[in-house]
């Protein structure tokens, strides 16, 4: 099997649970750019079910989250907000200077729709608080061709003989997967890591790939 047999095997088997996933959560609420963009920062080397925690908290203090809003807030307040989510006082620094880059750069979906995917990635990664995973989550939820890596992406794609850094991986990835399934395929493998091929004990006997996985281990 190559790369696209084992990810058409994850997509086959694999039955999403969307409501587990911030950023697509928000952004089909009817969140807005910012809002979603907050929601993934909070989501940053934590649980999503942390983030949903720490995002609650803030939208029943604000209501809508935006860039003005969040401004109003002192850091401390944000910081106890978004407490849930851990690391919160770098994350309300993160998110006020996030803000206020917002509100300079006029930042709207239809201005990195505009500009196109590379462009945009680069854009998005001058900003405070976005690294290559927050950029790549923020531009495939838009509809704009983007692989996210994340920490299980990252091992599912070791085992699988996959090495490199977040550009490399997430080429592989983009080649093997049609572009309209970038964000499903995504969201697929990161419960197919929490779920299957976790970092400990991964259940190799219950794995649609199997034996056929370079890493698969009998158990």
């Not at 998005?124 to 950029?135: C, F, I, M």
């Not at 983009?174 to 970038?182: G, H, I, L, R, T």
Request: glycine share 6%; charged share 30%.
């Amino acid at each position: 099997m190559d790369l696209g047999e084992f990810i058409d095997a994850v997509d086959k088997t694999v039955e999403l649970r969307l409501n587990e996933f911030i950023a697509p959560v928000v952004w089909r609420r009817g969140g807005n750019l910012f809002e979603m963009a907050v929601a993934v920062v909070l989501s940053q080397n934590t649980s999503d079910r942390n983030a949903f925690k720490a995002y609650d908290q803030l939208k029943r203090r604000l209501g809508e989250i935006t860039p003005e809003a969040v401004l109003q807030l002192s850091e401390d307040e944000l910081a106890e907000l978004i407490k849930p989510a851990g690391m919160y006082r770098i994350r309300a620094r993160n998110i006020r200077a996030l803000a206020d880059a917002f509100i300079r750069h006029k930042v709207t979906p239809e201005k990195l729709r505009e500009m196109g995917p590379v462009e945009a990635r680069k854009f998005l990664l001058s900003l405070p608080g976005v690294g290559e995973k927050t950029a790549d989550v923020i531009l495939v939820n838009l509809g704009l061709p983007a692989f996210p890596v994340d920490t299980h992406i990252r091992r599912i794609a070791k085992r699988w003989g996959i090495v490199g850094n977040h550009g490399e991986i997430s080429r592989r990835f983009m080649e093997a997967v049609p572009p309209e399934k970038y964000l499903e395929v995504h969201l697929k493998l990161i419960q197919f890591g929490r779920d299957i091929c976790t970092a400990r004990a991964p259940k190799c006997h219950i794995c649609p790939i199997g034996s056929k996985c370079p890493s698969y281990t009998r158990r």
